[in-house]
């Protein structure tokens, strides 16, 4: 069983906190998220909608270089705006979850949903492309390949918002099958992320992002607290998302986990169901209260107080656990494509083995991570 631990992440430790901390957060994350939407505007990531004179124009008579280093720096900023979007959005989102006794409840049940689709929408186009990466990366690992510095622009040249895609496979040091997975892999999410930005493109331009966008602007002046905010101490609440967390942390296989290979979750492994995999629902689980519990942290605590190193490591090993789970399903349905290659499938299976491996580490290291004693300071 997982122990509990109460250190300088406790929600339930240090002075009382009132709802008037809850509204100093919440407004300040409202001002994050219209300052993002205002430079991804600005640096043409907007709509028709957008203000006018928002978007700079490129000067005349300007070098083919300069006009490519521009649009570079542009797209750069446009990531940074679009990430610095979904950071605020899901910050919002979970703090009304966890403390939504203390907000009037009609307007935090209309907006939460809302900003929990906001953020789903803007996080696909990097989703599909950091996986296209790391399965990339991986064929050229299992192949003794030299490794692919993904900064590298492929053979397709930038994606759809300017920005540079992962490189395919040097061609020359892989096998055809490899080659050709990687090929196959490269259309597929490439098409995926492509169609993920036109998705989040129209979703910024559409009349449900703007009436979220408008209640967010709200937010940043006035929050809805209840009448009884203002003397209900926040730690009860925090404290029962910290106990969520740990009781969800209790019921995962962590006895299985101690051990860096779970034969058991290669069970599935040839299955012709492409339902996610049946082991990983609880660790997304998981990652997502971990998730809840640092933001009730941030609310009761403040951003700049500095989180216990234990949590910050496990955290990064449920990001390592989601993203090769998702990068093993990718595999496997790429391996279930039509009449390719028995060479390609066979790769795509070796590909799909390595990254339900990468689960196991994840896994592990988790495991490792939060049964970790925390020594305090005499």
């Known amino acids: 069983m997982a122990q509990r631990h109460h250190d300088v992440t406790d929600p339930a430790a240090g002075p009382v906190t ?25 640096t043409g990531g907007g709509t028709s909608h957008a203000p006018a004179g928002s978007t700079a124009a490129g000067a005349p008579g300007g070098t083919t270089t300069a006009t490519a280093a521009g649009a570079s720096s542009g797209a750069t900023a446009r990531v940074d705006a679009a990430r610095a979007l979904r950071r605020s959005a899901r910050r919002i989102s979970g703090s009304l979850h966890t403390f939504r006794p203390l907000l009037e409840p009609e307007w935090s049940e209309g907006i939460r949903p809302e900003l929990a689709w906001l953020s789903g929408t803007l996080a696909l186009e990097h989703a599909y492309g950091a996986r296209l990466e790391r399965l990339l990366l991986a064929l050229n690992r299992l192949s003794g390949a030299a490794p692919v510095p993904p900064q590298l622009v ?6 759809a918002d300017g ?8 061609r020359g040091n892989l096998t055809v099958g490899a080659a050709k997975a990687g090929a196959l892999l490269d259309r597929q999410l490439t098409l995926a ?3 993920a930005h036109s998705t989040a493109l129209q979703a910024l331009g559409s009349s449900r992002f703007h009436a979220v966008a408008d209640k ?60 996610p995999h049946p ?3 609880p660790w997304h689980q998981v990652r997502l209260l971990l998730r809840l519990h640092r933001y009730a942290c941030e609310v009761v605590h403040g951003r700049g107080t500095p989180l216990d190193v234990r949590l910050l490591t496990a955290g990064e090993a449920l990001d390592r656990h989601r993203d090769a789970s998702e990068a093993s399903s990718a595999a496997a349905q790429a391996a279930r494509t039509p009449r390719i290659a028995p060479a390609t499938a066979y790769a795509l299976g070796v590909l799909h083995a390595d990254q339900r491996h990468e689960v196991e580490a994840a896994r592990y290291a988790f495991q490792r991570s939060w049964q970790k004693q925390t020594i305090g300071a005499p």
């Open 163 to 170: 920005t540079a895609r992962p490189a395919a496979p040097d």
């Open 154 to 159: 492929g053979p397709g040249g930038p994606s």
């Open 279 to 281: 082991q990983d629902a």
């Open 216 to 275: 967010v602007a709200v937010l940043a002046s006035e929050v809805p607290l209840t009448s009884a905010a203002a003397a209900t101490d926040l730690r009860a609440l925090a404290r029962a998302a910290e106990e969520r967390l740990a009781d969800a942390v209790t019921a995962l296989p962590l006895v299985t986990a101690g051990s860096p290979y779970n034969a058991e979750a290669l069970i599935h492994g040839l299955s012709p169901d492409p339902a």
């Open 18 to 42: 009132t709802g008037e901390a809850l509204a100093g957060y919440l407004r300040g994350q409202a001002t994050e998220f219209l300052r993002a939407l205002r430079l991804h505007r600005e």
């Open 193 to 195: 992320r492509t169609r």
